[in-house]
């Protein structure tokens, strides 16, 4: 189990923007080991699937500005169902500007085998366990895709300061993180998502990047632009079809697996 507690800054840039903090960034950050092994210029691939109620709770608590709320979801590295690839299982916890994010690694068959009866096969994880627990709790399921390239950047004096940029945001509606009938939309053409992840105050050099730059916070759910973004397809596509979809495609896959 990985858990992770920080503070997060969310800042939209256009093109100018971009490279400039770029330029600013480079005495004091380099890129992450998994950007740099990437092999693309804007970094690695993130897809993710989130869940959410029937009625839409989760989005619903992030539009009315629910001091506390969770928010649940499984994330790949690939748009591709590659068997060596370990996906992760998150569920974030946010209490006013404190996130919380817990999260663990399953491989592609653990992932088809909960996608087809909503029931991890290890409940020893803890994550898993909750994980399990609230999609029962609340009813969640699965309701956006949502993929883009994200740049990783760590401190050069390893003070563990995180920042990313995320490039080409886009989403769809589908109940399968590998789902191949997708219809994306991009959510804001022409502009970068500039993150600071950090558990203490920001650097002063990093402040005075901000402030020289007059940039302006934003609040930026990817899951929530999602869900503005698509949301007739994914109210339209109704709940328990997808469901019955899934289990269709888990048989498939395991009988082509066997």
Same mark, same amino acid.
Request: positive net charge.
């Given at each position: ?5 920080? &503070?997060?800054?969310? $800042?939209?840039?256009?093109?100018? %923007?971009?490279? %400039? ?5 480079? /005495? ?25 109620? *029937?009625? $839409? ?12 709320? #969770? ?8 748009? +591709? /169902? ?6 992760? #299982?998150? *569920?974030?916890? &946010? ?9 663990? =690694? ?35 399921? /699965? ?9 990783? *950047? ?23 993180? =590998? %789902?191949?009938?997708? =219809? ?26 901000? +402030? +020289? ?11 929530? %632009?999602? !869900? ?5 397809? #994914? ?7 997808? !469901?019955?979809?899934?289990?269709? +495609? #888990? ?8």
């Amino acid at each position: 189990m990985r858990v992770v507690s920080r &503070r997060e800054l969310k $800042y939209r840039l256009d093109m100018k %923007q971009y490279y %400039q903090v770029l330029h600013a960034l480079s /005495p004091y950050m380099r890129e992450d080991r998994y950007t740099r092994l990437s092999g693309h210029d804007k970094g690695y691939l993130v897809r993710s699937i989130y869940f959410d109620t *029937f009625e $839409y709770l989760a989005y619903r608590e992030k539009d009315n500005g629910e001091h506390s709320r #969770v928010k649940l979801r499984i994330r790949a590295y690939t748009d +591709k /169902p590659d068997g060596s690839a370990r996906l992760s #299982v998150e *569920f974030k916890t &946010r209490t006013g500007s404190t996130m919380k994010k817990y999260s663990t =690694f399953v491989t592609l068959d653990e992932y088809w085998a909960f996608m087809g009866s909503w029931h991890w096969t290890d409940l020893s994880d803890e994550v898993l366990t909750e994980f399990e627990r609230l999609v029962h709790l609340k009813a969640f399921r /699965p309701k956006t895709i949502v993929e883009y390239r994200r740049q990783g *950047f760590e401190a050069i004096d390893g003070s563990g300061l995180r920042l990313t940029m995320d490039h080409g945001v886009r989403s769809a509606a589908g109940h399968c993180l =590998f %789902q191949e009938d997708l =219809f994306f939309r991009e959510h804001s053409p022409g502009t970068v998502i500039f993150e600071i992840k950090t558990g203490h105050d920001e650097p002063g050099w990093l402040y005075h990047v901000v +402030k +020289k730059m007059g940039l302006k916070a934003v609040s930026n759910s990817k899951y929530a %632009q999602s !869900i503005e973004t698509s949301g007739y397809e #994914v109210k339209a596509s109704g709940f328990w079809q997808p !469901i019955a979809d899934i289990r269709r +495609k #888990v048989s498939a896959y395991t009988a082509y697996n066997a």
